[in-house]
T-cell receptor, first 113, second 119 residues
Framework: EAGVVQSPRYKIIEKKQPVAFWCNPI?????LYWYLQNLGQGPELLIR????????DSQLPKDRFSAERLKGVDSTLKIQPAELGDSAVYLC???????????FGEGSWLTVV | AQKITQTQPGMFVQEKEAVTLDCTYD???????LFWYKQPSSGEMIFLIY??????QNATEGRYSLNFQKARKSANLVISASQLGDSAMYFC????????????????FGKGTKLSVIP
């Protein structure tokens, strides 16, 4: 069974440019998460979806970050415009309901120059 | 206050030896879960082991075991018979039930421990 798939794996952009990350969760997992991981730190939650609904987006910087999960499967995380401080790894994860084990993808590594 | 504390930024272990990675946590929620993840240099967070707050026995998964001491609020990971492929970052994480809605079931991570296995 395929795990959580993310793309692109690596992205280098200039500041003020937009960037988008895509995530395909494990088949059947209704809960999807986007985490941000800065260098030398543990991941921090950006947003959690239950099916199509964003049930926890309290830590998503809404002035420049947006996310969507149309049809309750794939999800896209967008940053516009990107800033130097956004350089990090963006991890997508999924679980079979919020109370179950969370499985992560390989992450999308963003460098803003 | 930090919810998850991993006091060992880096650890070294000889191949085939056992190693313990420390994790302490802070919560007032009676229902919570503790997780350990492994993150190799490739970046993927790999789930290793889970311990529920009401579980009576310590969790084990192959070479991984969790030394759960509820009164001390510690959940140390023990890796037996270390292998070169165990070299990676290891993260302890906690999920509190926390009611419903935003914030509930949120997974909070520690800062991690970098384990290096020496041949």
């Amino acid at each position: 069974e395929a795990g959580v798939v993310q793309s692109p794996r690596y992205k280098i952009i200039e500041k003020k440019q937009p960037v988008a990350f895509w995530c395909n969760p494990i088949s059947g997992h209704n809960t999807l998460y986007w985490y941000l991981q800065n260098l030398g730190q543990g991941p921090e939650l950006l947003i959690r979806y239950e099916n199509e609904e964003a049930v926890d987006d309290s830590q998503l910087p809404k002035d420049r970050f947006s996310a969507e999960r149309l049809k309750g499967v794939d999800s896209t995380l967008k940053i516009q415009p990107a800033e130097l401080g956004d350089s990090a790894v963006y991890l997508c994860a999924s679980s079979l309901g919020s109370g179950n084990t969370i499985y992560f993808g390989e992450g999308s590594w963003l460098t803003v120059v | 206050a930090q919810k998850i504390t991993q006091t060992q930024p880096g650890m070294f272990v000889q191949e085939k030896e056992a190693v313990t990675l420390d994790c302490t946590y802070d919560t007032s929620d009676p229902s919570y879960g503790l997780f350990w993840y492994k993150q190799p240099s490739s970046g993927e967070m790999i789930f290793l082991i889970y311990q529920g707050s009401y579980d009576q026995q310590n969790a084990t998964e192959g070479r991984y075991s969790l030394n759960f001491q509820k009164a001390r609020k510690s959940a140390n990971l023990v890796i037996s018979a270390s292998q070169l492929g165990d070299s990676a970052m290891y993260f302890c994480a906690m999920r509190e039930a926390g009611g419903t809605g935003a914030g509930s079931y949120q997974l909070t991570f520690g800062k991690g421990t970098k384990l290096s296995v020496i041949p």
